[in-house]
């Protein structure tokens, strides 16, 4: 019997990691050969007229998405990106803002406030505008590829999917024993 579990748990956890590894990519491999990954963000920020035609990866949080008559127009506050080009979740990491187009319609309910995502984008330059009471430098890019994150669901009180756990246990006083017990809840 306890053969069968192992084997159950080995199913499992090929099944986990095989998901992992089956992941949808954030950068399409067409893209990838365009990107420049030795420009950063500090640089863009500082002097985007002279990285203009550049591609690079940014990630970001949505702060704004606007509809225009030539395409779509994102507002996003820029995070750095971990290993898997996913923006970080802390936004005091965050180095400003820059703006992002689309040429084709996206409509803005699909992208809300605090959407993150990623995107390859062509640097276009600067775009001055108002922000509160001053000018803000926006750097400037047109979306080549824009991948947006699923939402982070935090304190939930109960769980919306599987969950996976083994427990183990033992005893002391008069009698001695012991087990281990795998768990799998939906």
């Known amino acids: 019997m306890s053969f069968c579990l192992v084997r159950i748990l080995v199913a499992i956890l090929f099944l986990i990691g095989s998901g992992c590894a089956l992941g949808t990519d954030v950068v399409p491999e067409t893209l990838q050969s365009q990107v420049d990954p030795s420009v950063t963000f500090p640089q ?101 590829h824009l991948h947006v994150w699923p939402e982070h669901e935090f304190d939930q009180s109960e769980s919306s999917g599987p969950s996976f756990g083994i427990f183990g246990g033992g005893s002391s006083g008069g009698r001695s024993g012991g087990g281990v017990s795998i768990g799998i809840g939906f």
């Open 44 to 144: 863009i920020l500082q002097n985007p007229e002279d990285f203009q035609g550049t591609v690079v990866i940014l990630g970001g949080e949505v702060l704004s998405a606007k509809r225009l008559e030539e395409g779509t127009r994102l507002e996003l506050l820029q995070l750095p990106l971990d290993g898997s080009n996913e923006p970080a979740d802390d936004r005091m990491n965050s180095q400003g803002r820059f703006l992002a187009f689309e040429s084709s319609f996206l409509d803005p309910a699909t992208l809300p406030l605090n959407t993150r995502v990623t995107l390859v984008g062509e640097v276009r330059g600067v775009t001055e505008a108002n922000l509160d009471e001053m000018v803000y430098r926006y750097p400037t890019l047109t979306i080549k």
